[in-house]
């Protein structure tokens, strides 16, 4: 499978390059994303791209979008990426990895959630029996479920920086009231769900990251991805237990690899083996079949 690890539109104007996704204008109402095979590891990315990544990235943001439209309308537009293209080099391009979107102002926070005690939050939980000032019980294990779920907003940091934990009073003074509570429920709202449907599936969504712009009337909408590999951290659940991190279905892969060669996690990182981007390749494809079936 070939791997897209940056797209070149030269029919429409571009406008932005992250770390996955590149955006493009369709016109005043609408944006082209595309979301390539890159991958980024403790915020650097990575020369190897992921081949296929980005065509389960959109498939399976699409099955959410799809799945949890009533909890909170989203951004797409209901328009093919493959109509605003030109020609049959674009075309392939944005086949299967594509998203045509209504034109929103996003929110200055990652709204991030967490169900299990993992990754910072564990860290965090160890120094100070609490995740982002959130008071927690005493006595919780690494991985373990959560009284209930906890939104711990950050924010949006540039590319080769990292995102910074705020207080829910920090997004207040970011949002006003009103927003933050929006956001914190529909964030709230859109992981239950969805962490319900996933354990009928045996994926375990330990926590997920959920971006939200508004329109001009000040109506909130998801945007950017739901609920996939890259913004979630998802365990196969029969190899869960409590006291130890469960392998996920994701860049694990890889940063187990980096992390055992020594690199100082500064640009440029190394070029990493085939059969590491394989491995992380079949994960990322484990998890779309789990979900949405063959």
Aim: glycine share 8%.
């Amino acid at each position: 499978m070939s791997a897209l690890h940056q797209s070149n539109l030269t029919s429409l104007p571009f406008l932005h390059r992250g770390k996955v996704r590149d955006l493009y204008e369709v016109d005043a109402q609408h944006l082209l994303i595309v979301q390539t095979d890159r991958l980024s590891a403790f915020d650097v990315i990575l020369d190897d791209p992921i081949p296929g990544k980005g065509e389960v990235l959109t498939a399976v943001s699409n099955f959410w979008f799809a799945k949890l439209g009533h909890v909170i309308p989203n951004h797409l537009s209901g328009i093919a990426p493959e109509s605003v293209v030109k020609g049959a080099e674009e075309i392939a391009q944005v086949r299967g990895r594509a998203f045509v979107t209504k034109k929103l102002k996003p929110l200055p926070i990652e709204a991030i959630v967490r169900g299990y005690l993992v990754g910072s939050g564990w860290k965090d939980y160890q120094k100070t029996g609490t995740i982002c000032g959130l008071a927690l019980p005493a006595g919780l294990r690494e991985a373990e479920k959560l009284p209930q779920p906890l939104f711990t907003p950050s924010t949006k940091a540039a590319i080769g920086d990292h995102d910074e934990n705020i207080s829910y009073a920090q997004a207040v003074e970011l949002l006003g009231e009103k927003m933050a509570e929006k956001v914190r429920d529909a964030t709230l709202a859109l992981y239950t769900e969805a962490a319900n449907y996933a354990a009928t599936k045996g994926i375990i969504i330990a926590d997920t990251k959920f971006e939200f712009g508004v329109d001009e009337a000040g109506t909130l909408y998801l945007i950017d991805e739901a609920l996939t590999p890259d913004s979630s951290r998802f365990w196969p659940a029969d190899q869960y237990k409590v006291g130890s991190n469960p392998p996920s279905f994701d860049k694990q892969f890889v940063r187990d690899w980096l992390e055992s060669t020594g690199w100082n996690k500064q640009a440029p990182a190394p070029r990493i083996p085939a059969e590491v981007l394989e491995k992380t390749a079949a994960k990322y494809r484990e998890a779309q079949t789990r979900l949405l079936g063959a």
